[in-house]
């Protein structure tokens, strides 16, 4: 029995010298359990489709046939986030299922020998690790002290390395900062290559380049409907130049997005008055809580244009912050971390209920 445990050990091995090495390297993105608790960790919408809505939604999901395949091009589902995300005439759309793979499919379709793919740090995870899926390098620009765009050290880093994709967050996460206008345009100015603009919280920061693809050729804006209730479809949307997005649309897997997700985004998009409000309520409850948290001596608070919050543990160690946090039912997200956010946490904007059971956590934890 020994011997046969240590055989499959050793045959084991020799398989997993198939897997890539920079693939063997990386860690799985970890999603942590938040059962039993307040989840304020993952940037979701609070509010849950509303009661008026819930009976139709449901005879309407009685009669798709889940028997036959989605339509492969969504094209329904395309006119209506045409309308709804205000897409400039004359540009195109590709679906995904969710940001994420949208991401994916445009690193392989620009992945080549010697090709990088740059963002900004701090910023979204998975730029870095999709181009390390897809066989690409990845440079990081480091943003400035107060995370805002440093752009001498912008212009060196597309000098230098010639990005085939250029990936800005805004709103960046985690930060939740908005990057100056102006200093974005520059770099899609300066881009030799491809620069995607990744509005996943556009909903709360009203500030938009959708307008701009009309100025430029090489841009592309990412949008989701993630952020505005509907994270549970698994739901983006890559804009731009047609060519462009014919190009990329060929290493789209086929019926990516399945008729439950075409059918429920479809039909809140077509009933889509609620959106705007519950948009409006998280933006004043996000101002509230960044009040109260500004009024703790113990924190460093960020402003946001986003629907979280980053602060950072002036004094001990913001790992034992969540941590109590966590012992008290509250999830947040912990970014301590080596470097720019070391000792940094960031905070979900919740329902009014939920946001004021974190503020009576987070002060029972500072003073623990």
């Not at 881009?191 to 709360?204: N, S």
Request: with cysteine; glycine share 6%; proline share 5%.
């Amino acid at each position: 029995m020994c011997g046969l445990i240590n055989r499959d050990l050793k045959v084991s091995e020799q398989l997993l010298n198939w897997i890539r090495p920079e693939i063997r390297e990386l860690s799985a993105y970890h999603v942590p359990d938040a059962a039993g608790l307040i989840k304020l960790d993952a940037m979701e919408n609070p509010y849950r489709l509303p009661e008026t809505l819930l009976s139709a939604w449901q005879q309407g999901l009685a009669e798709i046939a889940l028997n036959r395949y989605p339509d492969p091009a969504a094209s329904e589902l395309q006119k209506r986030l045409t309308e709804a995300m205000q897409v400039p005439e004359g540009k195109s759309i590709v679906l995904g299922n969710g940001s994420d793979e949208l991401i994916q499919m445009l690193a392989l379709a620009v992945a080549a020998e010697g090709r990088c793919i740059m963002s900004f740090e701090p910023g979204f995870v998975m730029y870095s690790m999709i181009a390390r899926f897809a066989g690409m390098s990845y440079v990081g620009v480091p943003l400035a002290s107060d995370f805002t765009l440093d752009m001498a050290q912008t212009r060196a880093a597309i000098e230098r390395h010639q990005p085939a994709v250029i990936f800005l967050a805004y709103p960046n996460n985690p930060t939740g900062n908005l990057f100056d206008a102006g200093a974005v345009e520059e770099i899609i100015s300066l881009a030799p290559g491809l620069v995607v603009v990744d509005e996943a919280y556009h909903p709360f920061a009203l500030s938009s380049f959708m307008s701009r693809l009309e100025a430029y050729d090489q841009l592309l804006v990412m949008r989701t409907v993630s952020k505005m209730g509907l994270a549970g479809l698994r739901l983006g949307l890559l804009c731009g130049n047609p060519a462009l997005i014919e190009e990329i649309n060929k290493v789209r897997l086929p019926y990516n997005i399945n008729v439950l997700t075409q059918y429920t985004a479809g039909f809140v998009l077509e009933n889509a008055g609620f959106l705007d409000g519950q948009a409006e309520m998280i933006r004043a409850d996000r101002d509230h809580v960044y009040s109260q948290l500004a009024l703790l001596e113990e924190l460093e608070v960020f402003p946001s244009q986003a629907n979280f919050i980053l602060f950072r543990v002036k004094q001990g160690s913001a790992t034992e912050v969540f941590a109590a946090l966590r012992d008290q039912g509250v999830l947040i997200k912990n970014l301590d971390s080596p470097g720019p956010l070391q000792n940094c946490l960031r905070v979900t904007v919740g329902t009014p209920e939920e946001n004021q059971a974190f503020m009576q956590a987070l002060e029972q934890a500072l003073r623990s």
